[in-house]
């Protein structure tokens, strides 16, 4: 079993930034596809970003193309979401997740997750 931990949520001011890290334990964390999920109250689940445990493939909701990226250091069991210029449509629950499937872009893909961090963005 794996475990997620995220953290560097908190308030911005529109245009800002955060980095969210996730550490995980357990089983080598680069045999997994990595991704970064968001929700709203009310809303379902929806992808930010996913990422190949080797690092070389990426993908990206097109809400987020530009602004935001995804990255890991797998010699630190770890993968973090850099979000720039942030939005006020950007406040939500984040959520990191483990995978082992490709293409891997719903809830559905993922085994692990972390317990979320909010992330709110003040207009």
């Known amino acids: 079993q794996v475990q997620l931990v995220e953290s560097g949520g908190g308030l911005v001011q529109a245009g800002g930034s955060l980095r969210l890290s996730c550490v995980a334990s357990?089983?080598?964390?680069?045999?997994?596809?990595m991704g970064w999920f968001r929700q709203t109250p009310g809303k379902e689940r929806e992808l930010v970003g996913t990422?190949?445990?080797?690092?070389?493939?990426?993908d990206y909701a097109e809400s987020v193309k530009g602004r935001f990226t995804i990255s890991r250091d797998n010699a630190k069991n770890t993968g973090y979401l850099q979000m720039n210029s942030l939005e006020p449509e950007d406040t939500a629950v984040y959520y990191c997740?483990?995978?082992?499937?490709?293409?891997?872009?719903?809830?559905?893909?993922?085994?692990?997750w972390g317990q979320g961090t909010q992330v709110t963005v003040a207009s």
């Open positions: 357990g089983r080598t964390f680069e045999v997994y596809v």
């Open positions: 997740a483990a995978g082992v499937r490709w293409p891997a872009s719903t809830p559905r893909d993922y085994l692990y």
């Open positions: 990422m190949l445990g080797t690092g070389d493939m990426t």
